[in-house]
């Protein structure tokens, strides 16, 4: 008894890259209002980061990143783009971006190589025009956040980048990926970003420090955001508790919604 040597295969060395794959990660929504409230339903873009997908070599380090996006909602009628910077990457270090699903259409931006050109850190710009990207109609209407008219389906986009020299997993993670929308209603450039991340080279707003309030919020996936015109102080109570205590009371805010004030 107690001989467990067994006919099992001796264990191998693994074999590289060795793909890391992290799914349903968060939501990232925006008022597009700022630097006014407006009706401050965050709904303007609802845009989730559904997979990510590393591959890691013998050092546990990073070649690749594949990030899987889906545009979701656009609740607003200005045109509106959405991308990211990576804040912990050298530009001189992208080998290669490759972007499937995504779309620009004016020639507002600079873009090389799906690299955004004159920048100082990479950024990738996976649209520049949500209606377009969103509808079939060419309509810029809003669009999956009213109850009462009928949804259009999703869009999904997704990112692949390769480096020339591989990242540290912590040049790469979750908290250095930089989301941020434009707003195309002046000559201006208008970014929204997370609070906490820095706006890229090229901003040029004068955009006013609001406190604690903020007008990007990349929240826990599946968020279920507000419905059209409903603030989400409305569509959850425990929002204002939340930034108030400068984030440190009612964290699980959006776990607690009013039912029928979301868009589900």
Known sequence: TGNNSGNGEEPGNPDFPIVEVTEKL????????FPSFGDYDMNDIVVSLDKQTKYINKDNNVESVILDFELKAVGAVKRLGFGFQLDEVSKSNIKDVAIDGGAIYGTDLSISSNLENNQNKPVIILFDDAHKLLRDDNKSEITNTYLSV?????????????????VSADAINLNTINLFGLIFDSAERKEIHVPGYATTSLFTSKMPNKGSYMWALKVPFDFKYPCETISIHEAYPDF?????????????????????????
């Open 26 to 33: 968060y939501t990232f929504v925006l008022e597009d209002n």
């Open 150 to 166: 009928s949804k259009k389906e999703t869009k999904t986009i997704s990112v692949t980048v390769d480096f020339n020299t591989p």
């Open 240 to 264: 204002n508790t939340w930034v108030e205590s400068d984030k440190t009371e009612a964290t699980d805010w959006y776990n607690n919604p009013v039912s029928d004030k979301i868009f589900k």
